[in-house]
C-alpha cells in the first residue's frame, strides 16, 4: 500500500503543477480577449487567430484542468446528499463511481479522441477562417486531458482505498470551509470593514 500512495502522491504533484499552470492560462486568456476587444472596438482591427486562441486557452483550462478539480476535490457534487453519509460511505460511493463511470469514460475518450488528433496531424487540417489556426494542438487536449484525469483518479481511488483499510486519512472529511465559502466569507468581511469606514468619514465631517 505504501508504495500505491507513493505513486499516488506523484500523481497529485504532477496534477497540482498543471492545475497552477491552468490559473496563468486563464490570466492569459483574459488578456488576449481585453486585447482582442479594445483593438476590435478602438481600431477596427480584429484576427481570426487571435480569436481562435482564446477558445484554445480555454480548451486547455478546461480539459487540462479536470485532474486539478478531483484532486482538490472541487467538482460537481450533491452535498445534500453525500453530507448525510457515513465516512465510509462517502469513501464507498467514490470508489464505485470512479470505477463504473470515471475511469470508463476516460478510457473512451481518449481511444475516441486519439484518432481525432491523429487525423488533424496528418492532414494537417487548418481553420476554415481566414487566418485562422492549425487544428491539432486543440484535437491533442482531448486524449491528454482524459489521461490525466485518469491518472489522478487512479490516485483518488488509491487514497479512497488507503482510507477504508487504515493506511491513509479521509480526504473527503470536511476540515473547513470550502474555498467558495471562504472566498465568499472574505467579500463579507470586506464589505462590512468598508461601511465601517465609510460611516466613520461620514461622522468625521
Given at each position: 500500500m505504501q508504495a500505491l500512495l507513493t505513486f499516488s502522491r506523484l500523481i497529485d504533484a504532477i496534477s497540482d503543477r498543471?492545475?497552477?499552470?491552468?490559473?496563468?492560462?486563464?490570466?492569459?486568456?483574459?488578456?488576449?480577449?481585453?486585447?482582442n476587444a479594445v483593438s476590435r472596438k478602438a481600431f477596427d482591427l480584429s484576427s481570426n487567430?487571435?480569436?481562435e486562441?482564446?477558445?484554445?486557452?480555454?480548451?486547455?483550462?478546461?480539459?487540462?484542468?479536470?485532474?486539478?478539480?478531483f484532486l482538490r476535490n472541487a467538482h460537481v457534487r450533491i452535498d445534500f446528499v453525500s453530507s448525510r453519509f457515513s465516512d465510509r460511505a462517502r469513501n464507498w460511493v467514490d470508489?464505485?463511481?470512479?470505477?463504473v463511470f470515471v475511469l470508463p469514460l476516460c478510457y473512451m475518450m481518449v481511444v475516441l479522441g486519439w484518432?481525432?488528433?491523429?487525423?488533424a496531424w496528418q492532414?494537417?487540417?487548418?481553420?476554415?477562417?481566414?487566418?485562422g489556426l492549425i487544428r491539432w494542438p486543440v484535437y491533442l487536449l482531448i486524449p491528454v486531458g482524459f489521461v490525466i484525469?485518469?491518472?489522478?483518479?487512479?490516485?483518488?481511488?488509491?487514497?479512497?482505498?488507503?482510507f477504508l483499510t487504515g493506511h491513509g486519512p479521509d480526504v473527503l472529511a470536511h476540515t473547513g470551509p470550502s474555498e467558495a465559502q471562504q472566498l465568499a466569507k472574505d467579500i463579507a468581511e470586506a464589505e462590512k470593514r468598508h461601511e465601517e469606514e465609510v460611516a466613520a468619514a461620514a461622522r468625521q465631517h
Open positions: 498543471i492545475g497552477k499552470l491552468g490559473m496563468w492560462l486563464i490570466l492569459l486568456t483574459t488578456l488576449i480577449s481585453a486585447a487567430a487571435f480569436l486562441i482564446q477558445w484554445y486557452l480555454f480548451a486547455a483550462v478546461f480539459l487540462l484542468g479536470g485532474g486539478y478539480a470508489i464505485v463511481g470512479i470505477l484518432p481525432l488528433f491523429e487525423r492532414s494537417g487540417e487548418m481553420s476554415s477562417n481566414a487566418g484525469l485518469f491518472l489522478q483518479s487512479v490516485s483518488e481511488l488509491i487514497k479512497r482505498i488507503a
